[in-house]
C-alpha cells in the first residue's frame, strides 16, 4: 500500500474515532453510563470498552435494535436465555434488567470478557439471576436444556457457528429458538455455509433472517446540536459489512 493511501486511511480512522469520541462524551454527560431508551432503558454500561466503540448507540439504545426486539418477542416462548458469545454481556444483562428473562447463563471464551460481565451483571443487580461458563460445547448445552421445555438461545461467536451448530446439536436443540448473528463475509466459503447451516436446521426448524432497522436520526434531540456527520456516527457499530441473523423456531 502506497504511502498516502495508508495516511489517508488511517487517518479517516482516527478522524471518525475522535468525532464518535466526542459524540459520547455529550451522551456520557446527559446520561452517564446508562442506557437512555429503548428496551434495554436503565441498564448501566461498563466504562471499559473491552469489544468495541459503540457506546453511543449503547446508550441511544440503538445498539443491534432488531436483535433486542427479537429477544423481546421470542421471550413469550421462554423465560431461560442461553447467550453464547456474551461478551461484556451487553444483551444478557439488558435481558435481565427489562425482566424479559428470568434467567441467563452465558458463555463466553475470553477471561477478561467473563470478568467484566460478572462486574456488568454485579453493577446492575442481576448478578444472582445469571450463570457465567467458558467455551459453549455440545455437552454442556445437552445438559442445559435436558430439563427444560424450551430455551432461547442467542449465538455470536465470530464465525465459529459454522462448526458449533452441527446437525446432531441443531437435533439436540430441536426445542428451543435459536438467533444466530451469520460471519458468513469472514469465511471463504461463506454463503455456501450458510446454506448448509440452513438446510441442516430445516429438518427440525423453520429458518428466517433479520437485517438490521431503519434509524431515524433525528429522533434524539441530545444530538440536535451537532453536524450531521457526527449524528450518523453516533448510530455507526464500525461493522465491515451489514450483518444478518438467522432464526430458528421449533417445528414441533
Not at 488511517?10 to 469520541?21: F, M, P, T
Not at 466503540?53 to 426486539?69: N, S
Not at 436443540?173 to 451469520?182: A, G, Q, R
Request: net charge neutral.
Amino acid at each position: 500500500m502506497k504511502l498516502k493511501t495508508f495516511l489517508r486511511k488511517y487517518l479517516c480512522k482516527n478522524d471518525i474515532r475522535v468525532a464518535q469520541g466526542i459524540v459520547a462524551n455529550e451522551l456520557k454527560r446527559i446520561h452517564g453510563h446508562t442506557v437512555a431508551y429503548g428496551i434495554f432503558k436503565g441498564m448501566k454500561l461498563s466504562d471499559k470498552a473491552w469489544w468495541g466503540d459503540d457506546l453511543p448507540t449503547k446508550i441511544l439504545g440503538e445498539y443491534e435494535r432488531h436483535v433486542q426486539e427479537k429477544l423481546k418477542e421470542l421471550s413469550r416462548s421462554s423465560k431461560i436465555l442461553i447467550d453464547i458469545g456474551a461478551a461484556d454481556g451487553f444483551f444478557a444483562i439488558g435481558c435481565l434488567v427489562s425482566n424479559l428473562y428470568e434467567k441467563v447463563v452465558c458463555f463466553e471464551i475470553s477471561d477478561e470478557g467473563r470478568e467484566l460481565l460478572v462486574a456488568n451483571a454485579k453493577a446492575n443487580q442481576v448478578d444472582e439471576r445469571i450463570v457465567v461458563k467458558g467455551e459453549a460445547a455440545k455437552e454442556s448445552l445437552r445438559n442445559i436444556v435436558a430439563n427444560l421445555e424450551s430455551a432461547v438461545i442467542l449465538c455470536d461467536i465470530e464465525g465459529a457457528e459454522f462448526d458449533l451448530f452441527s446437525e446432531e446439536l441443531l437435533k439436540i436443540l430441536n426445542k428451543c429458538y435459536i438467533v444466530i448473528e451469520l460471519h458468513e463475509s469472514a469465511m471463504i466459503k461463506g454463503q455456501e455455509m450458510v446454506a448448509q447451516l440452513g438446510n441442516s436446521a430445516s429438518k427440525y426448524f423453520d429458518v428466517d433472517f433479520i437485517y438490521p432497522l431503519d434509524i431515524n436520526i433525528n429522533k434524539y434531540k441530545e444530538l440536535n446540536s451537532f453536524h450531521d456527520n457526527y449524528r450518523l456516527l453516533a448510530f455507526s457499530e464500525g461493522r465491515g459489512v451489514s450483518m444478518r441473523w438467522m432464526v430458528l423456531s421449533p417445528k414441533t
